[in-house]
């Protein structure tokens, strides 16, 4: 019983850690973006709460508030900067 309670912990510990790396390294989605289909509005991926890791994949969507539009439109998630990002 008290192994099983002790690995759990060693579990928690674990994602703690990771939590804190991945905000070290700059948020949970490092070099993504989101970019809304209807406006082109770039901003950070890890801005909207998408937590994306490396770049394993290609370009996927995610319904977002679009604060140009002031709507919630689609947004591509996608690799890239965001240097050219227009205020
Ligand atoms: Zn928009």
């Known amino acids: 019983m008290t192994s099983i309670i002790k690995s759990l912990l060693i579990l928690v510990?674990?994602?703690?850690?990771l939590f804190?790396?991945?905000?070290?390294?700059?948020?949970?989605?490092?070099?993504?973006?989101?970019?809304c289909k209807k406006c082109g509005k770039v901003r950070k991926a890890d801005e909207a709460g998408i937590i994306r890791v490396g770049k394993l994949s290609g370009i996927s969507y995610?319904?977002?508030?679009?604060?140009?539009?002031?709507?919630?439109?689609?947004?591509?998630?996608?690799?890239?900067?965001?240097?050219?990002?227009?205020?």
């Open 62 to 87: 995610t319904i977002d508030w679009c604060s140009k539009c002031r709507k919630i439109r689609w947004h591509s998630v996608e690799v890239g900067s965001v240097e050219y990002i227009d205020k």
């Open 20 to 35: 804190l790396g991945l905000r070290l390294i700059g948020g949970f989605a490092p070099g993504w973006i989101v970019k």
């Open 13 to 17: 510990g674990f994602f703690i850690l």
